[in-house]
């Protein structure tokens, strides 16, 4: 780490839903300016990819705008993972920046597997339809091999970002330890896979989160109205910047729940031995290239699916239906969707039926309770659990996680920065703030409603 050294620092925050861009105070971590906007999906052709021409078009308005006021003097970068950046000879994209939800033909898809190294060497499991970036590159090789044969170069995609700003073309190690196929975490190097897939020419070198790439480019400083050279920084894997702050604050062991699209735990100071590769456990690879065990499920994703339309009760309202939907047995199974998490290949079904939207919020909310504790069993959590994003205001999560777990459940009771953004501005050497932490009450009790959850599951099989 790095002492604090800039006043303001600009941080690219690209979600899989959602992209902002943040200011940060340099002392104190805290958010003085957002913009946001909503990460679009163009269909095709040749296949579903992001629209990065809109986000730098984004980007650049937003950095424009907070050129002046309140200003900055560094940029960092924090995105989702499982995307590459595939450039040719110009330094242009060779193919769109292909979007991990699309599914590939059985053949392709079988002939991956046969690729694939063992989960053995990079902790990285099976994963469906492009969450395996090296999968995506597989496809992306295979299917279109005239366009495939001009890339020159492969970014991971917060250093593609990077890359836009300064000329710089690197990659880094959280974003190629996200379940890529691509990293062996043991040895901190690229993983066979690469070779395989005869790539190696093309990948860029790795660098630290925390360099340095550049300043910003003469010709982007002009368009974003930038008097002096600004520092941009390498950027990094969005869980890992959620993790970052926690790292430095904190003891192991603990663990973090990362909220989003995606409900990732991360077990500090776990073992990564004995993951089950079959129920998407896996070894992300923290800011300092240390090896973190981590299970995930797209429970934001679910939640946004099962409560579609439904007006978010109060925290009253939503509590008591809680404890009417405990007493009815009124409960969701696995999966609304499909393909990942502790229980892949099921098909959700509801056991009874919500009497109301708020009965439904309240079930859902306990479903995604049930499943991050399920996720941090996998992992053999232990120690304090620190929640983070959007469902760290969800009152039925946070009781029922703590219910079910047994341990402090922890949240920042004044809300404030997200855990990507703040992460991503630590690279650039800004504070953690200390926050203020609250430790979370059960409320209830949920082992009944938690036994018949399990039981309903296990009839299912």
């Known amino acids: 780490m790095t002492a604090a050294q800039h006043a303001r620092v600009a941080v690219i925050d690209i979600g899989k839903t959602n992209a902002k861009v943040v200011v940060l105070d340099g ?18 052709p040749p296949y579903p990819h992001y629209d990065v021409e809109a986000l730098w078009s984004f980007i650049l308005t937003a950095l424009a705008s907070f050129a002046e006021v309140p200003g900055y003097d560094a940029i960092s970068i924090t995105t989702h993972g499982a995307s590459a950046a595939l450039l040719d000879a110009g330094g242009q994209l060779a193919m769109p920046v292909l979007d991990y939800e699309h599914g590939y033909p059985a053949e392709v898809v079988a002939e991956y597997e046969a690729l694939r190294p063992a989960f053995s060497e990079t902790c990285s499991p099976a994963l469906p339809v492009g969450l395996n970036l090296g999968a995506q590159l597989h496809y992306q090789k295979t299917v279109f091999p005239e366009a495939f044969a001009q890339v020159r170069t492969i970014l991971t995609y917060p250093q593609y970002w990077a890359f836009r700003l300064t000329g710089v073309a690197v990659n880094e190690v959280t974003s190629l330890g996200c379940h890529t196929d691509l990293w062996n975490p043991g040895q901190g190097a690229y993983s066979t896979l690469v070779d395989r897939l005869e790539i190696k020419a093309q ?26 050279a600004v520092p941009v920084y390498c950027g990094i894997h969005d869980s890992n910047a959620s993790l970052l702050p926690h790292l430095v604050m904190r003891q192991p062991p603990f663990s973090v729940v990362s909220t989003g699209t995606w ?14 590769p079959a ?33 978010e009760p109060s925290p009253d309202a939503l509590e008591s239906a809680a ?6 047995g009124v409960m969701i199974l696995p999966n ?25 919020v309240a079930a859902v909310s306990l479903y995604v309770a049930m499943m991050t504790a399920t996720c941090l069993d996998l992992v053999k959590a232990a120690g304090p659990i620190v929640v983070e994003g959007p469902m760290a205001r969800n009152s039925v999560f946070l009781a029922a996680l703590a219910s079910i777990t047994g341990r402090d459940v922890i949240i920042d009771a004044e809300g404030g920065v997200s855990g990507t953004a703040l992460g991503a501005a630590m690279l650039a050497g800004v504070r953690p703030r200390a926050g203020h932490p609250a430790v979370i009450s059960p409320l209830f009790d949920v082992t009944s409603h938690v036994g018949r959850w399990r039981a309903a599951l296990a009839s299912d099989l």
């Open 203 to 228: 990948m860029a070198s790795v660098r630290s989160a925390f360099d340095v790439l550049g300043p910003v480019l003469p010709e982007v400083r002009t368009t974003i109205g930038l008097d002096v």
């Open 27 to 44: 002392e104190t971590g805290a958010e003085i300016a957002i913009r946001k906007t909503a990460n679009s999906v163009v269909a095709g």
């Open 323 to 328: 404890r009417t939907v405990i007493a009815k």
């Open 279 to 311: 129920r998407d456990t896996l070894s992300n690879v923290d800011a300092f290239a240390r090896p973190v065990p981590s299970a995930r499920f797209m429970g934001g994703r679910e939640y946004e699916i099962l409560t579609q339309g439904v007006a």
């Open 263 to 276: 409900v990732i735990c991360l077990a500090v100071g776990g073992n990564p031995a004995g993951l089950d």
């Open 336 to 360: 609304a969707v499909e393909g990942s998490g502790p229980f892949p290949g099921r098909k959700g079904r509801w056991v009874g039926e919500p009497a109301s939207d708020t009965e439904r």
